[in-house]
């Protein structure tokens, strides 16, 4: 915050965001001369399965979703709700997929890598099998699958060409 504040002149605040399960919250940790504060955003204090449901039913009757809205379908992951992490996101990638056309690759790509990143954290291995499909046909996934096969193509022709010098 120091190296950033002097450098750009500017005044900068750090957040945290404590997931529904944190149950004691800390926003402060003194360091003898030096206290150093964040703020802290409690993700407990939302409720995932609405934020999915009203967003739902926004894009059922057409309607356009702001950049707000998809910040938050981005971390339901994170909030308190009913249904389990997995689902939450997978309907989360759902809602990111019908918005598509609406918005430019790169910030499709950049919300599905902050739900790609929460998954990895938030999910056990059985629960991102799950996920791992959905994330398959997403942009992100589609990006990921043609690099994987370019490198493999790569590979196997080095490969190849090796042995056929060998023969």
């Known amino acids: 915050e120091a190296v950033i504040s002097y450098q750009y002149q500017v005044e900068v605040s750090t957040y945290v965001l404590c997931t529904s399960k944190v149950r004691v919250i800390k926003s402060s940790l003194d360091q003898e001369m030096n206290p150093y504060r964040v703020g802290v955003v409690r993700m407990k204090d939302h409720n995932a399965d609405e934020v999915i449901r009203t967003l739902e039913e926004k894009q059922k009757a057409g309607e356009d979703l702001e950049r707000g809205e998809l910040l938050k379908v981005l971390l339901t992951s994170l909030m308190e709700g009913e249904t389990s992490q997995a689902v939450r996101i ?44 959905m994330m398959r046909m997403t942009l992100l996934g589609q990006l990921l699958m043609e690099d994987g ?19």
Not at 101 to 122: I, N, P, T
Not at 152 to 163: A, N, S, V
């Open 90 to 133: 997978k309907k989360s990638l759902e809602i990111l997929k019908r918005e598509q056309g609406k918005l430019e690759e790169r910030e499709v790509l950049s919300m599905e890598s902050v739900l790609y990143a929460l998954a990895m954290k938030v999910l056990k291995e059985e629960e991102i099998r799950e996920v791992k499909e």
């Open 149 to 167: 096969m370019k490198r493999g193509l790569e590979q196997g022709r080095e490969q190849g060409l090796e042995q056929g010098r060998e023969e």
